[in-house]
């Protein structure tokens, strides 16, 4: 049976730049949490695994949800400390955001951190470096999408693990990368936005697709689209459709597809050797 990583960017809808740029406010606290007990539960029942890059910031809010991830077996990566993207950063800004949510997690968790994601994938010249400086292993932070007028793509090729050094020839030797994937010949992302938008169908036609390219497909979602979310002033109409209800069963319809769901780590010690155990 083929391999699948269901990777969760741990994240709360406050915390999601559509909120923080909105006009409006809701009042209700740590929208999306709910979304971590639906996968806990979701992919426990399936004997099935995945990979939670968390914003560290969560471990002063909600401790226990984050203890509880890692408690039930999942790989506990870094989405940085706050989830500010890195490209308005300075690099001692940036080096600070990716150190502290390593040191905060290992420190909840009790559980060593090798894996990274950027906040909307969202990287500068110095990203390997500062990665590889600060005790990582492995980044997730490239798609190989075409370009999308307003949101990313159409900087990279690659679609395997691979060394970072096929993403920027002066990254870490021993650094990895484990891209995020896009539909085959389409090129455009299998999950978040994309599953909500094209359907489950879309997503699991594309991860066939790769399978018979030897390629492990990647997926990624956020615990807020699998709630209710409250209706705010300024954040825009794509945010919500199809989260809630319809999202929870679009995941349930992917993880009975007839994959093994296993850890990125897993994926990049396969794939990439000597390079998950990171710079430490």
Not at 68 to 93: C, K, M, N, P, V
Not at 197 to 205: C, D, H, M, V
Not at 258 to 271: D, I, K, M, N, Y
């Amino acid at each position: 049976m083929s391999e699948a990583v269901l990777s969760i960017d741990v994240e709360l809808f406050d915390q999601t730049p559509a909120y923080r740029s909105a006009e409006g406010t809701t009042d209700r606290e740590n929208v999306g949490l709910g979304g971590l007990d639906f996968l806990r539960e979701t992919l426990g029942a399936r004997d099935a695994t995945a990979t939670c890059f968390v914003v560290s910031s969560l471990a002063d809010r909600c401790p226990d949800a984050i203890r509880a991830l890692a408690d039930s077996g999942f790989e506990i990566g870094s989405h940085t400390h706050q989830h500010r993207l890195l490209s308005t950063l300075d690099a001692e800004e940036r080096r600070e955001e990716l150190d502290r949510s390593r040191r905060v997690l290992e420190e909840l968790t009790d559980r060593s951190v090798s894996g990274f994601r950027a906040p909307a994938f969202d990287i500068t010249d110095d990203h390997f470096d500062l990665l590889g400086s600060t005790g990582y292993g492995y980044d997730s932070s490239i798609v190989a999408s075409r370009r999308i007028p307003g949101w990313y793509g159409g900087e990279y090729d690659l679609q395997r693990p691979a060394p970072a050094t096929a993403v920027d020839p002066d990254a870490p030797a021993d650094f990895a990368e484990l891209p995020a994937s896009v539909m085959p010949g389409l090129r455009l992302p299998l999950t978040g936005t994309w599953l909500r938008f094209f359907g489950p169908r879309y997503t699991a036609l594309g991860m066939r697709l790769l399978a018979r390219r030897d390629i492990t497909p990647v997926l990624y979602v956020h615990p807020w689209e699998l709630a209710d979310l409250p209706d705010v002033e300024g954040v825009p109409s794509r945010v919500y459709w199809h989260t809630g209800e319809w999202m929870r069963e679009a995941v349930e319809y992917l993880l009975d597809r007839p994959f093994e769901w296993t850890t990125a780590e897993s994926v990049v010690e396969r794939c990439v050797p000597r390079a998950a155990g990171g710079a430490r």
